[in-house]
T-cell receptor, first 111, second 113 residues
Framework: SQQGEEDPQALSIQEGENATMNCSYK?????LQWYRQNSGRGLVHLIL?????REKHSGRLRVTLDTSKKSSSLLITASRAADTASYFC???????????FGAGTTVTVRA | DADVTQTPRNRITKTGKRIMLECSQT?????MYWYRQDPGLGLRLIYY???????NKGEISDGYSVSRQAQAKFSLSLESAIPNQTALYFC????????????FGPGTRLTVL
């Protein structure tokens, strides 16, 4: 079964707007990771946040983690057409080395 | 990621045929994984290996087998393919020293008729 669930399933925004997506998970984690997948291609790692961190930035990406609510959010600021992709959260449980992926959020950035 | 390659990239086969998907990596990682992706379901883990002599079942291993021939190679076999194994298959690698950040191959699109 999948540990993480992303919300919304799909998101359509205008170029230049911000995109926010959320991930909820069920069990204690070591870290939470976000990946991007362009249509039909392999996933690419974007950012990792550890369980003792609350916020992390990487370029136009901002990730937050609330372990009390078992949730994370990914914010993409000033979106570009090239940000059109599916975004997945993946959790690394505290007692396991394997990652568990959610079903993803499909983001479409309109020019 | 060009450091993780998968062959073939596309394959159409018939029910009952044996199929092997191959994965090679030049990243020097000890851990390798096979996932399948179906629309709306995200990625599901089929098998994983933390070392050459280590093979572990994932979430959906029934109907699949794997072989870790060397640290750099991890093959996935479908002994007798069935239509509901039609999916996109991904190989991934990771290094235990990097918080299990995974690096993915380009994927193999498999269609079983």
């Amino acid at each position: 079964s999948q540990q993480g669930e992303e919300d919304p399933q799909a998101l359509s925004i205008q170029e230049g707007e911000n995109a926010t997506m959320n991930c909820s998970y069920k069990t204690s984690i070591n870290n939470l990771q976000w990946y991007r997948q362009n249509s039909g291609r392999g996933l690419v790692h974007l950012i990792l946040i550890r369980s003792n961190e609350r916020e992390k930035h990487s370029g136009r990406l901002r990730v937050t983690l609330d372990t009390s609510k078992k949730s994370s959010s990914l914010l993409i600021t000033a979106s570009r057409a090239a940000d059109t992709a599916s975004y997945f959260c993946a959790t690394a449980p505290s007692n396991d080395y394997k990652l568990s992926f959610g079903a993803g959020t499909t983001v479409t950035v309109r020019a | 990621d060009a450091d993780v390659t998968q062959t073939p990239r596309n394959r159409i086969t018939k029910t009952g045929k044996r199929i092997m998907l191959e994965c090679s990596q030049t990243k020097g990682h000890d851990r390798m994984y096979w996932y399948r992706q179906d629309p709306g379901l995200g990625l599901r883990l089929i098998y994983y290996s933390f070392d050459v002599k280590d093979i572990n079942k994932g979430e959906i291993s029934d109907g699949y087998s794997v072989s870790r021939q060397a640290q750099a190679k991890f093959s996935l076999s479908l002994e007798s393919a069935i239509p509901n194994q039609t999916a996109l298959y991904f190989c991934a690698t990771s290094d235990q020293l990097r918080n299990n950040e995974q690096f993915f191959g380009p994927g193999t699109r498999l269609t079983v008729l």
